[in-house]
């Protein structure tokens, strides 16, 4: 069966081979609750639909429109296994309860670095930050060699920024795309880390200065959510 939880999901689970990320914009905060519960009630009544997906998680985003559906699955040929025979059941319930659901997007990833606090696995979330980055044209290397580049930033940064938890960088398997899922104690830490002089969450230095005039980098946005659903197999 399916089982409701609030632990929030392991970004560095070793079995997850396929984690993907879409986005679905609802309108108002009274909307993005009213599809959460749909989403809630639909999966509950139901079997877990494939032994393939290890779990799937909703957030509510900040703006008061938007919801952030995070699933992790062993592989993308277990995706279009469920795709096939149990998706569309799921996505018509959810129509019926919350009609006029507008689905964004759906970017497939892979999990390249993570980092973070010593103590990160003892510690719950209170925000969780996307931000997206997108490259003009599918380049992998120029994805690794990006992150890369943040990773040195973050080693050389002489004003540590507080209340960060986590961070795990994903590429797009279309080449053009980086995620990454940062985990902060409260979304007023990252909102603090922001007014902090410098651009972004790190000081006004020559290695952030390097990752923030990339070659190549076409936009950037952040996104901050909070964890609203988690299901897993019982």
Not at 6 to 20: R, Y
Not at 87 to 116: A, F, H, K, M, N
Not at 142 to 150: I, K, L, T
Not at 204 to 218: D, F, Y
Request: hydrophobic residues 30%; glycine residues 8%.
């Amino acid at each position: 069966m399916t089982r409701r939880t609030d632990t929030q999901p392991d970004l560095t689970h070793p079995h997850v081979g396929a984690p993907f990320f879409s986005t679905w914009r609802v309108g108002t905060p009274e909307r993005q609750r009213q599809t959460v519960d749909a989403i809630a009630r639909t999966w509950t009544r139901r079997p877990w639909p494939a032994p393939g997906l290890l779990g799937y998680h909703v957030y509510t985003g900040h703006d008061g429109s938007t919801l952030l559906h995070h699933s992790q699955w062993r592989s993308e040929q277990d995706y279009g296994a469920f795709v096939k025979t149990h998706r569309q059941e799921r996505v018509d319930e959810i129509d019926t309860l919350v009609p006029g659901i507008e689905r964004v997007r759906l970017d497939r990833y892979r999990r390249y670095r993570s980092g973070g606090r010593d103590d990160r696995p003892a510690r719950v979330p209170g925000c969780v930050v996307i931000v997206d980055i997108e490259f003009e044209g599918p380049d992998p290397d120029r994805q690794r060699a990006w992150v890369d580049a943040v990773f040195e930033a973050l080693e050389s940064e002489p004003n540590p920024r507080h209340g960060g938890i986590s961070a795990h960088f994903h590429v797009g398997t279309d080449g053009t795309r980086v995620l990454n899922y940062a985990e902060w104690e409260s979304a007023q830490a990252h909102i603090d880390a922001l007014a902090a002089p410098g651009h972004g969450v790190g000081s006004a230095t020559a290695q952030w200065q390097r990752v923030q005039t990339w070659p190549g980098l076409k936009s950037s946005t952040v996104s901050r959510y909070d964890h609203a659903l988690g299901l897993v197999p019982d």
